[in-house]
């Protein structure tokens, strides 16, 4: 009788992901019996691909854009972080019932303070009003930054940034940012940003919370001027670790996890 479980990525697109190597790499080192594969599933197909999983008893899932926001009716209940954040990236089961959670916060919440030494009241601008944004609204209102939002559509970046506030930011002052986080898919394939953040200079950190085997435009500039430039390998191993102990109940092999990232991106 087949023991293996199945979990995976639910995403659109899915391509790039290095998280079947990440997970498939920890599955081995923990000596769990599963399985992860990376699923590219259109937005209207969503709510049938997770039925699907359920019907072949899955172990678990990941939800990655543009999926995070509607994964919150997925489950059979949300969790307190992913409530907080109004997305969920994770899909666990807590006995018999799919709990719908969010691990991007905890592992922005270790970035912006091991990485980028966030503390209270640092400037910060944050690009974008999705998932990933909302993470990093409530990671940085807990450390009591002061943030500032930008995005196209201006009402969405008006909510993220009162996302911040109700979870301790502070208002920005609209002086020069010392932190500019891009939460947006924008320079996945090598796009620049808009061009009032690809001029970051000396006493500025840049980080992108997308990833790839080189730099992007937006980290590429950052460094150029000065700035210290970090990308999204430090959230994804984070939040990768996290999901895996919802899902197994052990610890996970961070380290291994973190060398296969690295090594799956050619680093």
Not at 186 to 197: D, I, N, R, V
Not at 243 to 251: C, H, I, L, Y
Request: proline share 4%.
């Amino acid at each position: 009788m087949a023991a293996t479980r199945l979990a995976c990525l639910l995403g659109h697109p899915v391509a790039h992901s290095v998280s079947p190597q990440i997970h498939n790499a920890a599955f081995a080192a923990a000596n769990v019996d599963a399985a992860y594969l990376a699923f590219d599933v259109a937005p209207g197909d969503l709510a049938a691909a997770v039925d699907g999983l359920r019907t072949l008893g899955f172990l678990g899932a990941n939800l990655t854009v543009p999926h995070k926001r509607a994964a919150l009716a997925l489950g059979d209940a949300i969790t307190a972080e992913a409530e907080a954040v109004g997305a969920a990236n994770t899909l666990f089961w807590d006995g018999d019932r799919l709990l719908a959670d969010n691990t991007d916060v905890g592992a922005l919440h270790t970035v912006f303070e091991r990485d980028v030494g966030v503390t209270s009241g640092l400037e910060t601008l944050v690009f974008g009003a999705g998932g990933a944004a909302r993470a990093a609204a409530v990671a940085l209102g807990r450390l009591g930054a002061r943030v500032a939002v930008v995005a196209r559509r201006p009402q969405a970046a008006r909510d993220v940034a009162a996302l911040a506030r109700r979870w301790g930011a502070g208002g920005a002052a609209g002086g020069r940012p010392a932190l500019v986080v891009n939460a947006t898919p924008l320079g996945l394939h090598g796009e620049a940003l808009p061009g009032m953040f690809m001029g970051l200079g000396e006493g500025q950190v840049a980080l992108d919370l997308t990833y790839g085997a080189g730099e992007s435009p937006f980290l590429a500039a950052a460094r150029r001027g000065g700035a210290r430039a970090f990308d999204g390998l430090g959230m994804l191993v984070e939040q990768a670790a996290a999901a895996f102990q919802r899902w197994t109940g052990r610890p996970a092999p961070l380290e291994v996890m973190a060398d296969t990232a690295a090594a799956a991106l050619g680093r």
